[in-house]
């Protein structure tokens, strides 16, 4: 926040910002309750910001993923997805609002610290080092680890068997469902607390997100919360815990996977009918 020539301007009070109270965010329409966000286990709580000096390009936008959770947001190209989960990851100036992991304000703590206090981040481009071997990437995602971490590394080669047998290829020979693979191998390799993906299905085949997603739940039932953003809304608010469905940096929707996808105006506007 130190850089933000605004940081000590407007009004910080949550509770006053936020009309619906900190972290709870009103129901979607003919969906159930509020949703309250508050106490969430990783928290983007009314953020406000955009890159650089430019304009906001997040409006009090809310993002939260629990305990035991798989958290989905999806929206239009341009809706603000990815800059969302890069302000939570700190890669964005939050100009208004907080971010909360495990109770913890985080809100001005650098990318990699916020690995060091447990979170792992998949980008959506340019996640992987195309020149280095598969096993390469896996090493470089321990970075912040000074214990032996082959055992992680052997429980990666058993999620994703295909990374193993291709342990010595560059990364960058590998397909499009295998990269990603590798991209979230590497993020596992901190042995993060909470595990957040920007599109791990883009451009792969139908059969091969099935497959993803299917790893992706394997991962979620190993105890670790996932937030991710995605392309496929049907099929990942399907898997989907929580929802947010976010337009022009604002959330539009929010509930359970169940009660978006049962919401008349979300599946006119966002899923196609
Ligand atoms: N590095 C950047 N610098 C300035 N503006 C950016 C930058 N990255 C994104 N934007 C702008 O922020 C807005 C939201 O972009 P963002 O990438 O977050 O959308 P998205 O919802 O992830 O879209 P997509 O579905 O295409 O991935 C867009 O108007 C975009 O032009
Ligand atoms: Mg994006």
């Given amino acids: 926040m130190s850089s933000d020539p605004y940081g000590d301007r407007g ?21 159930g309750q509020a949703m ?13 910001g955009g890159y650089g000096k430019g304009p906001d390009i997040l409006h009090d936008c809310t993002i939260a993923v629990d305990k035991g959770e798989i958290a989905v947001i999806v929206g ?72 032996d971490f082959s ?3 052997s429980q990666i080669y058993d999620l994703f068997p295909i990374l193993k047998e291709k342990r010595s290829q560059a990364a960058g020979e590998l397909s499009g469902g295998q990269r990603q693979q590798v991209a979230v191998g590497r993020a596992l390799m901190t042995r993060p607390k909470v595990l957040m993906l920007d599109e791990p299905t883009a451009g792969v085949s139908p059969i ?21 953003v995605e392309q496929n809304a049907r099929q990942a608010l399907e898997i989907a815990d929580k929802g947010y469905v976010l337009v022009q940096g604002a959330n539009a929707y929010s509930g359970t996977g169940k009660d978006l996808l049962a919401d008349p105006d979300v599946r006119k506007s966002f899923l196609g009918g």
């Fill in 11 to 31: 009004n910080t009070d949550r509770s006053i910002a936020n009309p619906h109270g900190a972290g709870t965010l009103r129901p979607s329409p003919g969906t």
């Fill in 36 to 48: 309250d966000t508050a106490s969430a286990f990783l928290i983007g709580d009314c953020m406000t």
């Fill in 76 to 147: 239009p190209n341009g809706a603000g997805k990815s800059t969302a989960m890069k302000a939570v990851f700190g890669m964005l100036d939050v100009r208004q609002g907080s971010v909360r992991l495990d109770g913890e304000e985080i809100t001005g703590l650098s990318p990699q610290d916020r690995v060091v206090k447990g979170m792992g981040f998949v980008p959506q481009t340019n996640n992987i080092f195309t020149s280095m071997t598969v096993e390469e990437n896996l090493e470089m995602g321990a970075f912040i680890r000074t214990d």
């Fill in 151 to 153: 055992d992680t590394m």
């Fill in 208 to 228: 091969v997100m099935d497959e993803l997603f299917d790893r992706i739940i394997e991962v979620a039932r190993t105890g670790i919360p996932i937030l991710m």
